[in-house]
Structures are given as structure tokens and as C-alpha cells.
């Protein structure tokens, strides 16, 4: 029964990667980013900001910290998946995103100051074939002779940006709770995001859109992070991080059986060459190697 946490989780960030998708055709990415924090803080301030008053003064120093990590993890990171939707596929977007454990293990080499494993290398080289042969349609070369489809370059920045606030957030290890960070950073991100929004041509939401927000703000921003939390109490956060690799798995299922996006040999092959590459990684590290970067924090 408990490990209905981590598939909860699971379920509900593998259905916000076809919202992001869906979000493309309806609302503007400046919009959609703004609205879905806008709103998650919303409804989260009646529970939170009491806490942040009494702790102002722990959590004051950290003001800085938590600014930088919402840029990363809430502002480019959503941002960006947003503007890929409308030049790639839920599944290429899942995809790629599944590479963040693995290119958040390379960054805390820098960061933290671990050490790389042969397996993490192994796990790295067939990850990114996987991704090349995917993205190449079965053409392992194509970087030769081709560029890479907008999308897919802004997923992959994506990942790389979010796998530097996993990194991040481990390193700055700060004294307080896990709704605190995430408000905290909400509200930054929101900031953050107001310019954005107001420099879209449409400032109010669609009609359309408003399902996409509130799946976005609530599902995904507030209840997938509570099960998230709730899952790496039950289970620990090692045990709870190898069940993001269903990420994939499922996204491109539902893709494939709700958005009709048509799945290739290609998808197949480089997906499980993605995953393997990971769970090498992952692995490696569960055997005390060298520790995977904090997974508590996960607003995807």
C-alpha cells in the first residue's frame, strides 16, 4: 500500500508532460508558467505563509539561495517545457527529462564534489546513444548532417537546468521544511514570471486553458509534491527516486493512447537505452558509491 505514493506521483507527472503538450495549442507558454504558479501559491498561502512569518528569521538568510533555485526549478525549467510543447512530442519531451537523475550525477562531480563511477560513465554513454538514436529516428549520425527540432534542444536544456537545481538543493541544505522551500520559491518564481506574462498578447486565460492550469497548479505543483514527500518517508528517497524512471514509460503510453502521438521501433529502442543508462547510474549509487543528489524537491 505504500507504494501507492511514489505511482501517484508518478501518474500525475507523466499526465503533466501531455498537458504541457496540450498547453501549446491554448495558451500562451509566458501565460501558462505565470498561471500555474500564480494559482498553486494561491492556495497554498492560507497554509504556509503563517509558517514563513514565524520562521521569518530562519528563513531570511536563505532568501538568495531559494531566489536562484526558483529560477532554475520553477521558471526556466517550467518555461522552457512549455515553449518545447510546441515543437516536439509528450514523448520526446519525457524522454529527455528522464535524463535529469543521470545528468544531475556528472554535475555533482563540480557541485558536491563526488566522484564518477565506471558505471555512471557506462550508464551515461548508452543514455545519450539512446537519446541520439531517438532523436535521429534510428539515425545515430543525424547530428552530422541535421540539427536538432527546437523542441528537443529546449527539453534538453531543461533537463540539464533542472538537474542543476537538484544538485543545488543538496548542496544548500537549509533548515526548513519541505513546503517552506517550495512556497518560498513559489512565490520568487511567480515574480519572476509577472514580466513574462505581461509581455503576452493574451494576458487572461483561455477557456480552453483553465483545465491545463488547474492541473498544472494543483495536481502536479501541490498534490504529486505531498505524495512525493510522503512516498520517500514510507520508502526512503533512494527506493522513491528509482520509480521516476516510470516517467517515461508512461508518458509515451498515454501519449500514444490520448494525444495519438505514433510510436516508432526508434522510441522503443532509445527509450529503454535512455532508462538503462539511468538505472546504471542510479545503481551505482544505491551501493554507496556515490550518493544521488536530494529527490525531495521535484515541482516538475
Not at 81 to 102: E, K
Not at 149 to 155: A, C, Q, R
Not at 183 to 191: H, P, R, T
Request: aromatic fraction near 12%.
Amino acid at each position: 500500500m505504500i507504494y501507492l505514493f511514489p505511482f501517484i506521483a508518478v501518474f500525475i507527472w507523466s499526465v503533466n508532460s501531455l498537458v504541457n503538450k496540450l498547453a501549446s495549442a491554448v495558451i500562451e507558454p509566458s501565460a501558462m508558467s505565470f498561471y500555474r504558479w500564480f494559482f498553486a501559491m494561491l492556495l497554498l498561502t492560507p497554509f504556509c505563509l503563517p509558517t514563513v512569518i514565524r520562521q521569518w528569521h530562519t528563513v531570511k538568510p536563505y532568501l538568495s539561495k531559494l531566489a536562484f533555485l526558483a529560477l532554475l526549478g520553477m521558471v526556466l525549467n517550467q518555461s522552457l517545457g512549455y515553449y518545447a510543447g510546441m515543437t516536439t512530442t509528450a514523448s520526446n519531451m519525457s524522454l529527455i527529462t528522464s535524463l535529469v537523475p543521470l545528468i544531475s550525477v556528472f554535475l555533482s562531480v563540480p557541485l558536491l564534489g563526488n566522484k564518477i563511477s565506471a558505471l555512471s560513465v557506462v550508464g551515461g554513454v548508452i543514455s545519450l546513444a539512446g537519446l541520439t538514436f531517438m532523436l535521429g529516428e534510428g539515425d545515430v549520425v543525424f547530428f552530422f548532417h541535421q540539427d536538432i527540432t527546437p523542441g528537443d534542444g529546449l527539453m534538453v536544456l531543461s533537463a540539464v537546468v533542472y538537474a542543476a537545481y537538484c544538485v543545488l538543493l543538496k548542496r544548500w541544505k537549509m533548515p526548513l521544511n519541505n513546503w517552506t522551500v517550495i512556497y518560498v520559491q513559489g512565490l520568487f518564481a511567480v515574480g519572476m514570471l509577472t514580466p513574462l506574462w505581461l509581455s503576452s498578447d493574451v494576458l487572461l486565460p483561455t477557456q480552453g486553458s483553465l483545465p491545463l492550469i488547474a492541473y498544472a497548479s494543483i495536481a502536479a505543483s501541490i498534490i504529486a509534491p505531498l505524495v512525493w514527500v510522503k512516498a520517500i518517508e514510507k520508502i526512503g528517497a533512494e527506493s522513491s527516486a528509482m520509480f521516476m524512471n516510470l516517467i517515461p514509460v508512461s508518458t509515451v503510453t498515454l501519449a500514444a493512447n490520448l494525444l495519438g502521438e505514433t510510436l516508432y521501433n526508434y522510441h522503443f529502442i532509445g527509450g529503454v537505452m535512455v532508462v538503462s543508462g539511468v538505472i546504471l547510474s542510479q545503481i551505482k549509487t544505491r551501493k554507496g558509491v556515490m550518493k544521488q543528489p536530494d529527490s525531495k524537491q521535484l515541482p516538475q
